[in-house]
């Protein structure tokens, strides 16, 4: 850990405009808190967002960043991570953008096990979009366009994951500021592809799933003496639809991250100036 970084040096001089109270503010304060915490900085920090109100968290930090289109974060993560893997690379993004039009992408981001962290800002609702059901609605979470509720259950991110092959799988509350750090900082430290998905409750267009629901109902897996590298275990309460946790609930200790295991180690993002030789002859066969 650098004692000379701080989380405040990851702040940019950019004020969020996320309604007051928002689960984003503590999603984001803790993210910053555990890239400090792991020994980066700003300056070998690339941060993705995708769309929605998580979208704008790269404006928010201070580090390289870039704001894609929707559901499409992590294929560039995973594009930066490869062509440089000096980076830390964190990608952001919620649960519409991460768990519907981004789910192919999220599932073969986790089978590929590029070593990245992706942070999912859970609020269970379409928030930009004024309140919509999302994919982690409850099934009968009522809405302006679905008034009877989703009538479909909620997808259940974590165990996409873990069908997908994930190595690294945790869950943690926004607001528990000490616990979620410590939850992202090992996902950052993890030779691997690891995935939180945050409970980050929206204040304006969720009156279910709100911060005094998740204060009653989380328990912490890890005070009930919870083994995350034991695999049968993670599947048991990834599967157990009455509870609601936050902690590391897998992790595979043997990971290769896809640039070790491939070779890719190397920093590709400078190119020499002119195309490479060849290259012209091939675009005109094509063109």
Excluded at 160 to 165: F, K, N, P, T
């Amino acid at each position: 850990m650098s004692s000379e970084i701080r989380f405040t040096d990851f702040k940019s001089d950019k004020q969020p405009t996320w309604c007051p109270g928002c689960g984003d503010f503590g999603t984001m304060n803790g993210m910053m808190k555990a890239l400090a915490n792991t020994g980066n900085d700003p300056d070998n920090t690339f941060v993705v967002a995708g769309i929605g109100c998580s979208g704008k968290i790269g404006t928010y930090m201070h580090s390289y960043a870039l704001h894609g289109v929707h559901g499409r974060a992590l294929p560039v993560g995973a594009g930066v991570k490869l062509a440089n893997p000096d980076l830390e690379v964190m990608v952001a993004g919620g649960d519409g953008d991460g768990y519907s039009i981004g789910s192919g992408h999220f599932i073969h981001a986790v089978r590929r096990n590029v070593d990245m962290t992706y942070v999912v800002m859970d609020n269970r609702i379409y928030g930009l979009t004024k309140g919509q059901a999302s994919p982690t609605s409850r099934e009968d979470f009522e809405t302006s366009t679905t008034p009877e509720g989703p009538q479909q259950p909620p997808v259940n991110p974590m165990a996409l994951a873990l069908a997908s092959g994930a190595t690294f799988i945790a869950q943690s509350f926004s607001t528990d500021a000490q616990r979620h750090a410590e939850i992202v900082e090992k996902a950052i430290e993890h030779d691997g592809f690891g995935f939180v998905n945050v409970f980050s409750p929206c204040v304006t267009f969720n009156d279910v799933d709100t911060y005094d629901y998740f204060r009653d109902s989380l328990v912490d897996l890890a005070e009930e003496g919870h083994d995350p590298t034991d695999y049968d275990a993670a599947k048991d309460a990834i599967l157990d639809a009455d509870k609601e946790f936050q902690g590391v609930v897998w992790q595979d200790e043997s990971s290769v991250s896809y640039g070790e295991k491939h070779g890719v180690t190397e920093n590709m993002s400078e190119v020499d100036e002119g195309a490479p030789e060849g290259a012209m002859d091939l675009v005109r066969e094509f063109y």
